[in-house]
């Protein structure tokens, strides 16, 4: 079953959200700072522990937690003007979506030895977020998504700069397709560059 949601765009500045644990990076050099693009590197690097640099495998999407969060998404620690597209999805149930995906980012990636790095010049990126272990590194007992915009799994989150511009469950009101995601990316990045997004406190109905 495809499902549709209708929400309204909003024009206004987005509530900056504050991360819990600030970025330890004070005597860290330039190089590793930009490792920190890494939700892996950043993860471990917000734990206290030493991974100084990107060792994302090509062929399998990088998954983003609680912990680093709003580090990566929120803080724009991403390249200016690219979209992060975050696809919701537990790890308890069969996924053809995740599948696709999984496949377009082997596509984009291939070569690549760190793909979180090297990634960067690209229209957009792909991560993926587990509701069943996100918030494993934190004490919440509810994930982050759930509780701020009520995802569920299956859908797909897109962000440019921080701001939420995209939430639903199929690209340009179509499918799931490689070809539907990059007309969405194109949809998405001109709602962009024209103010439109969606605001901080938004739910999925």
């Known amino acids: 079953m495809d499902f549709f949601l209708s929400f309204q765009f909003f024009e206004h500045d987005l509530n900056h959200y504050v991360s819990r ?4 990076i004070e005597n860290k050099d330039a190089w590793f700072a930009s490792q920190l693009v890494c939700p892996v590197v950043l993860r471990w690097t917000l734990c206290g522990k030493e991974r100084n ?3 994302c495998s090509a062929y399998h999407i ?8 709003d580090h990566l998404i929120l803080d724009q620690l991403s390249s200016v003007d690219q979209i992060v597209i975050v696809y919701v999805f537990s790890a308890k149930k069969k996924d053809k979506t995740m599948k696709e995906m999984a496949k377009l980012y ?3 990636n291939r070569h690549r030895s760190m793909p979180c790095i090297q990634c960067r010049s690209d229209a957009f990126r792909l991560m993926k977020y587990n509701v069943i272990t996100a918030s494993k590194f934190t004490s919440s007992k509810s994930p982050l998504l759930v509780q ?3 995802v569920i ?4 989150l897109m962000y440019i700069q921080g701001k939420l511009l995209f939430a639903n469950f199929s690209f340009n009101g179509y499918g799931t397709s490689a070809k ?3 007309k969405q990316t194109v949809k998405t990045r001109s709602d962009y560059h024209m103010g439109y997004f969606l ?7």
């Open 21 to 24: 644990l600030p970025l330890p």
């Open 53 to 55: 640099k990107c060792q």
């Open 62 to 69: 990088p998954e983003v937690t609680d912990l680093e969060y």
């Open 106 to 108: 082997r596509k984009l």
């Open 148 to 150: 701020r915009h009520n």
């Open 153 to 156: 799994p299956g859908i797909f």
């Open 180 to 182: 539907d995601l990059q």
């Open 199 to 205: 605001p901080s406190d938004f739910r999925i109905r």
